[in-house]
């Protein structure tokens, strides 16, 4: 029947409501900004307010900040796009906005985070999230996140984040509860009111609804007021989630089809049925239910969520007199909050009333809130009855005494407070209403009342100078609670002898406390924060005096002094306004009159020595920062003498006659010290005065007269001449002492250059006490580094710490050691940082270092020097990796401000950088599992927050923390990481940003040697057949290491190592589908050198590493990033091994068939230069036979030939032969001539001559070992010659008695061609054997214990040398007319290469040597007559001239070079020599010319 049901509005009227009320409402918020700022402001106080389940020392978790401060990024993210106009921008801020908001989107509503209810958290996400998709066009997912933020928490929907769109959506549907609630509470009010017999239930009951009403009614009214508020809101709650529920069954629900049941309308049942029809024109006070100010937090709606619901509050009757704050207190920013509420557009909230006595009445516009707790009845008398007549005296109080423990809040046996719901009473109309008069049926008010509030000076000073006698108030203030008490109340009668309530001033029963913590203090304006901001440097200042500060021209921190990097102010610390706002409601009085008071008041007999040392041991409240610098201990020593001197109390540390008496008893001394030249006596004297300084406990009167320019230059004196010890300490101390609270005293010493050598000639004689008192005196760095004070800092770290040591320095002289060698390491430039290094690390500085990691004080310094040692030597890490206590560094880290923190993350990705894998990931476990917290959603939190310089360094990091484990589906953590380091990428305003992350990319690869260097780059050179930079990183590594150590660790190693790499490699390549690929690109395109280097790098590895991943779809999205790119380097690049990294991932590409088949597009202009990488990279051949197996690849336009030069030496004849060996070529010409040039430069030069051959030199042979060269002459001789690099010598000759025309030799035998048929074997004894197979010879090739003939009769004879036997290889196709011959032979790389007379159509063939088969052959209608090859084309010369160049992989012919013919005669192509390296070709004639072309 649900199917079935109709109702008036069906789902898409609904649907089509929903949409446009909620995108209506969007669209307002998203156009008024200035409200936007107003209700996120609002929502802040809220969260500032103090939360009444925490007491006002708790301290959240780091983890639970982050999430608050994930909700700020989100909307600031948010309030981003929709302010800017870039499309991109808008986009990525949207992306950015939504991850932060899901954050709080998806927490836990029954738990609470940083002490604020998760509920709230979730349903402000929600709120914001609908802005998002309103942006984003997507009207359904807006309205869905603002259903769920109803359903999530209906109270502060309705009442903070949209109340009118409640009122639009909701209200409506509530008409049967409000008349409900109407009905009961104009009963309740009826009752209450005298002769209102004849009020309709419309009447306005706020005309007779004030606080004289409250105080007439009986106790049981009271509650049952108290309930029917507390049913009224749980009733709208409750009904605001059912429908919320269904709407959102509405717009989930599919209208297009039947099959799904469509969500039935529910209905608001109250909790009775009303008897009365109620309009629907609501009253505003019946709106929303109860409404919770901004100041009250979130402490009633928590009450009321777990049920905690006590007895009433309001039954004053039987209210004991410490109950009476808790059941009716004064608001003291009600007025404030009100304002505030008209301000932002929400519906008028009722009012609140405090109770007094009878006498008393609360201010318009104050608010009126009640405690749930009643366990204290018992225990006290009760003070007054709101129900007595104004003349009516109450009971007096028990107890004679204030018993201040019980002023406070009642707290469980947990020490938890609980905390306090609230009742409306007044609608907001009232509270403008003038003052009633006194009635006989309601108290009278009095006109002397007053308000304690932080904010209202004028008002405390107006409470102060009221009248003493008849109606002087006192503020009692307890936490949150305000009571105003009246001289007239029972509280001023007691008993003879029993002390009044007045006896004592307020502050002094409130606390003994003589003012409030240091850390609520602004240090520039010396009052309580009251909008504080937290620098980068870890220092709390006022906004305003801060802002101040900039706008005078500084940019430093006002107490560090450290540079700003920004000024911009950060966000107000709502961490430390929240405990402020905590302690200025429990000490109202305090929080204003601190600024007016300089003479602290020790009230209840506290000792005033407390409050003299208090600097020495301040108290820890919670921020975001700690005072962990040294500097810190001076500070606070200092505050001790200013205290001191405005301290004008009669309760001073001494009196003033005992300081004269300790003054007048140094006269003597300090006379002494000053004038006599007995050394003795001036020790003497040092001893005694420093007796005296300690009995004075630092008084200023003493510390002024010994603080004089002569008495200082008396104690420097003595540390030139003593040489007692104890003399040389006391006298360090006094001055010490001296320095803290008077800087001049300092000047005094640095005045004079000989006084800081003195000081520094102690401490290298081993006065450690020396090095406190250098420290002090900030030397600059040019005065520390000029005295070599290294060794002497580093003994003094080592030694072991004095105990019951009388002299209590200001700090350690160990510390102030360590202090001043990171001033010395921090100081020069980066040359002299580094040479301090070395000198530190070779004083075997670093595990002294180590060992004082537990000293917190220190514990910045020693990390920062440890790190700037790694920077120095790299090698070094694996001893600090070995040795120290990591959790000292997370600890620093957890406590540490941002600057710190950013040490610490330095300090860590530089130690994981190890040589060996295995303990790299070692250290990383370590860092995972130490710590009090999280480590890594600490990394996390601080990677959101981070500078933008530390982003890249904690994202790798993080994700390498994360990689330990096997790559799950999801990792918030390694997501936020690799997106960290890709938006580094981006951005290209800043490029240190970007190398920064191109550093941190490459230290993922984990590829470090020893001295910590990377070889990542080595490595891929090696992979692809580009050995060199890798043998020479590597052969450092292997001297250092024993070769059996080597050997073992190196397999286990390397498996690691590529394991990790894996990982990494998956990771960064699939994330947002391989995103990285596409930042690279841009990175790519930079016109830095160093950036564009480091990027190929990376994006080789990346590439590279694609082909051994499986392929999840993103190599098509690095294909369209990197392949233009990774062109264009290889044609711009002159660097050759930016060429091979190129190649090496171009070689991933070929194994795609869409990427080779684009790659092909850029055939012709890289073949070039692929051919030319040819001989470093063994992967160049596999692209190169890649793109020649393309069809759409033209094989003609990968080559192209220029003619170099034309040499004439026809003046020695014919060019008989050329042959090409190691950069020379070498010709032989018709008059016995035999030439060498040198051809490097591509520019042939003529380097030796030679003519020892009688007649014609017909022919030249070089074995394959290159070392000998054989030339073959018509004089009959064969002569042996050696080949230098500048010349040939000839050396041997041999008498074969024929003429020779082809040779072919090696070192056991020489094959040459005669007139006769056959060839004959010389076996160089002299024995020659003829080898006849009736044919006639024109070639000769020789291959290992092989020849082979070119003859005629179109065949190949195949020669065994071993035993000279002869077999046919191939035999053509014989033809009746014409001769068919095999005129040249060559051999290369196993083929052999054979070209002779064109036989239908062919002029030659290819043959494989291992089948005897041919796999090609040459189509040409003309004869070939010599024959060359290279890697990659085969060159064919005809008699006319022409030379013909083939394709070596499919022997296809793909241009024609035509020869010179400058003499205008018939002159033909006598021999042919291809270079097989630099790609170059050479052309010998009949006219005695060499021509050269280069191959391009």
């Not at 540079?563 to 402020?580: D, E, G, H, M």
């Not at 010890?725 to 006298?731: I, N």
């Not at 990377?1014 to 580009?1026: D, P, R, V």
């Amino acid at each position: 029947m649900a199917g079935n049901y109709r109702f008036a509005m069906d789902q898409k009227d609904i649907v089509r409501l929903l949409t446009t009320s909620v995108g209506s409402f969007i669209q307002d918020r998203l156009i008024n900004q200035e409200e936007r700022t107003q209700h996120k402001e609002q929502c802040a106080e809220r969260l500032a307010a103090e939360d009444g389940s925490n007491d006002k020392d708790s301290e959240f978790r780091y983890s639970d900040q982050a999430v608050l401060a994930n909700l700020d990024w989100g909307i600031e993210a948010l309030e981003e796009a929709i302010n800017t106009s870039n499309m991109e921008t808008k986009l990525a801020r949207l992306d950015y906005a939504e991850k932060m908001l899901q954050v709080c989107a998806m927490l836990d509503s029954d738990q609470q985070t940083a002490g604020v209810p998760n509920f709230y958290l979730s349903a402000w996400a929600h709120l914001n999230l609908s802005y998002l998709w309103k942006l984003r066009n997507n009207v359904h997912n807006s309205v869905l996140h603002i259903l769920e933020m109803f359903s999530i928490d209906p109270f502060f929907s309705r009442i903070d984040f949209a109340p009118e769109l409640w009122k639009e959506l909701f209200l409506p549907q509530m008409s049967s509860i409000v008349g409900w609630y109407s009905e009961a509470r104009h009963r309740l009010v009826t009752e209450a009111i005298p002769d209102s017999s004849d009020l309709s239930l419309t009447a306005d009951m706020d005309q007779f609804f004030n606080e004289s009403l409250i105080f007439t009614m009986r106790p049981d009214q009271v509650e049952k007021l108290q309930q029917l508020e507390q049913l009224y809101g749980d009733s709208l709650d409750e009904n605001t989630r059912m429908f919320a529920k269904y709407y959102k069954d509405c717009m989930n629900s599919d209208s297009s089809t039947r099959t799904k049941v469509i969500p039935m309308l529910p209905i608001a049942e109250p909790p009775a049925t009303p008897l009365h029809e109620f309009s629907r024109s609501i009253p505003d006070y019946v709106k929303f239910g109860p409404v919770l100010p901004k100041s009250a937090g979130f402490s009633a709606v928590l009450k009321s969520k777990s049920n905690m619901r006590g007895p009433s509050r309001m039954n004053a009757t039987s209210m004991p007199s410490q109950d009476l704050d808790e059941s009716l207190v004064w608001d003291p920013q009600g007025d404030m909050l009100e304002e505030n509420e008209y301000e932002s557009g929400y519906e008028p909230v009722d009012d609140y009333i405090n109770s007094g006595n009878p006498n008393s009445a609360s201010p318009s516009g104050a608010k009126m809130i009640k405690d749930e707790e009643s366990e204290l009845k018992e225990h006290v008398n009760p003070i007054f009855s709101p129900i007595d007549s104004p003349k009516t005296r109450s009971p007096k109080i028990s107890s004679p005494k204030l018993d201040l423990q019980n002023l406070s809040p009642k707290t469980d046996v947990h020490g938890r407070k609980e905390p306090k719901s609230l009742l409306r009473l007044l609608s907001s109309r009232i509270s403008h209403s003038p003052v009633p008069t006194s009635s006989p049926s309601s108290p009278q008010l009095s006109k002397d009342y007053s308000i304690s509030s932080a904010d209202s000076d004028g008002e405390l000073e107006k409470q102060k100078s009221s009248t003493r006698n008849s109606s002087r108030p006192r503020c009692m203030s307890y936490e949150n609670v305000n009571i105003v008490l009246l001289e007239n109340s029972p509280c001023n009668e007691s008993d003879e002898g029993s002390q009044s309530c007045n006896s004592l001033p307020c502050s002094e029963k409130m606390t003994s406390r003589s003012r409030p913590p240091k850390d609520f203090v602004c240090p520039i304006t010396g009052q309580i924060f009251n909008d504080p901001v937290t620098l980068e440097t870890g220092q709390t200042y006022e906004r305003k005096a801060i802002q101040e500060w900039l706008k005078r021209g500084n940019t430093t921190c006002p107490i560090t002094r450290q540079p700003l990097c920004s000024n911009s102010l950060p966000k107000t610390n709502y961490v430390l306004k929240r405990l402020i706002t905590s302690w200025k409601e429990q000490y109202p009085d305090l929080a204003q009159e601190f600024s007016y008071s300089e003479t602290p008041k020790h009230s209840f007999g506290s000792s005033p020595l407390k409050d003299m040392t208090f600097a020495s041991s301040p108290s820890r409240t919670f921020n975001f920062h700690i005072h962990n610098n040294t500097d810190d201990h001076i500070n606070q020593r200092r505050k001790r003498f200013t205290q001191a001197t405005n301290a004008t109390s009669p309760t001073s540390v001494i009196s003033q006659a005992s300081v004269e008496t300790i003054i007048n008893g140094l006269k003597p001394y300090v006379t002494c010290l000053c004038t006599s030249e007995n050394l003795q006596e001036c020790e003497t004297a040092v001893l005694a005065i420093a007796r005296s300084w300690k009995e004075s406990k630092g008084d200023p009167g003493v510390h002024a007269y010994l603080s004089k320019p002569t008495i200082i230059n008396g104690f420097a004196e003595i540390l030139s001449a003593s040489l007692n010890r104890d003399v040389l300490r006391t006298s360090v101390y006094i001055l010490s002492e001296l320095m803290i609270a008077d800087e001049s005293v300092g000047d005094v010493l640095t005045s004079v250059d000989s006084d800081f050598d003195c000081l520094a000639a102690l401490l290298k004689n081993g006065l450690g006490e020396a090095a406190v008192l250098i420290y002090q005196l900030r030397p600059a760095f040019a005065q520390l580094s000029a005295h070599e004070f290294i060794p002497s800092l580093v003994q003094l770290v080592l030694n072991k710490t004095e105990e019951f040591d009388e002299l209590q320095f200001v700090m350690e002289p160990k510390d102030a050691a360590i202090e001043m060698l990171e001033q010395i390491l921090m100081g020069g430039d980066k040359k002299s940082r580094s040479i301090t290094a070395l000198s530190l690390i070779s004083a075997n500085g670093i595990p002294a270092l180590i060992k004082c990691l537990d000293r917190v004080e220190v514990r910045r310094s020693i990390v920062s020097i440890l790190l700037c040692c790694m920077h120095a030597d790299k090698s070094c890490k694996t001893l600090i990796a070995k040795r120290i206590e990591l959790s000292h560094v997370l600890d620093l880290f957890h406590d540490g401000n941002d600057s710190v923190r950013g040490i610490c993350i330095n300090f860590l990705s530089e130690l994981v950088l190890l040589n060996r894998r295995t303990f790299s990931n070692q250290i990383l476990q370590v860092i995972r599992d130490e710590g009090a917290f999280s480590t890594m959603h600490t990394f996390l939190v601080y990677l959101q927050m981070a500078p933008m310089e530390q982003q890249p360094a904690t994202a790798s990091l993080l994700l390498q923390l994360d990689l330990l484990v096997e790559p799950r589906k999801m990792s918030m953590y390694r997501e936020e990481a690799v997106e960290a380091l890709i938006e580094a990428l981006r951005r290209k305003d800043f490029p240190n940003s970007q190398m920064m992350a191109l550093d941190a990319l490459l230290s993922l690869t984990g590829r470090f040697t020893f001295s910590g260097k990377s070889y990542t780059e080595a490595l891929l050179l090696k992979i692809a057949g580009f050995d060199q930079p890798y043998n020479a990183l590597m052969k450092p590594e292997r001297l250092s290491k024993p070769e059996s150590e080597m050997v073992e660790s190196m397999e286990e190693e390397e498996q690691a190592a590529c394991s990790w790499e894996k990982r990494v490699a998956f990771v960064l390549c699939n994330h947002e589908k391989g995103s990285i690929f596409k930042a690279l690109e841009e990175c790519l395109k930079s016109n830095s050198l160093e950036m564009a280097k480091s990027c190929l790098v990376i994006a080789a590895w990346l590439t590279h590493m694609l082909s051994t991943l499986p392929d999840t779809g993103v190599r098509g999205t690095a294909r369209r990033s990197l392949l233009d790119e990774f062109i264009n380097v290889l044609q711009s690049s002159r660097n050759l091994e930016e060429k091979i990294l190129t190649a090496l991932a171009l070689k991933t590409f070929i194994s795609d068939p869409v990427a080779l088949e684009e790659l092909g597009k850029y055939a012709k202009c890289i073949y070039g230069t692929l051919r030319k990488l040819k001989k470093y990279s063994a992967v160049v051949t596999d692209i190169q036979k890649a793109l020649m197996n393309l069809s759409s690849v033209n094989a003609t336009e990968l080559w192209h030939c220029n003619e170099l030069t034309e040499l004439d030496s026809s003046t020695n004849g014919e060019v008989l032969s050329l042959i090409h060996v190691k950069g020379r070529v070498l010709s032989s010409h018709s008059d016995g001539t035999i030439k060498m040039w040198d051809s490097g430069k591509r520019v042939l030069r003529l380097i030796q001559e030679v003519r020892e051959h009688t007649k014609a030199v017909t022919c030249l042979y070089v074995p394959s070992s290159g070392d000998k060269l054989y030339s073959g002459s018509l004089d009959k001789t064969i002569r042996v010659w050696s080949i230098k690099p500048e010349e040939i010598h000839c050396l041997q000759v041999h008498n074969v008695k024929e003429a020779v025309h082809e040779l072919a030799a090696n070192a056991e035998i020489a094959c040459f061609v005669s007139p006769a048929t056959g060839v004959k074997a010389y076996n160089w004894s002299g024995a020659i054997k003829h080898i006849n197979f009736n044919k006639h010879v024109k070639s000769l090739v020789m291959t290992g214990d092989k020849l082979y003939c070119g003859c005629s009769g179109y065949s190949i004879q195949d020669v065994d040398l071993g035993n000279l036997t002869s077999t046919t290889f191939y035999a053509g196709t014989k033809k009746l007319l014409g001769k068919q011959t095999i005129h040249s032979l060559h051999m290369h790389n196993g083929l052999l290469f054979a070209g002779g007379s064109s036989v239908d159509g062919t002029a030659g063939k290819v043959f494989s040597i291992s089948s005897k088969t041919a796999v090609g052959s040459f189509t040409t209608g003309i004869d070939i007559q010599h024959l060359a090859v290279n890697s990659d084309f085969i060159f064919t010369a005809t008699k006319c001239g022409t030379i013909d160049v083939w394709l070596k992989e499919r022997v296809t012919r793909v241009a024609s070079v035509k020869a010179n013919n400058s003499g205008g005669g018939h002159a033909k192509i006598t021999c042919l020599v291809a270079d097989n390296d630099v790609g170059m070709l050479f052309a010998g004639s009949s006219d005695g010319k060499i021509q050269a072309w280069a191959l391009e």
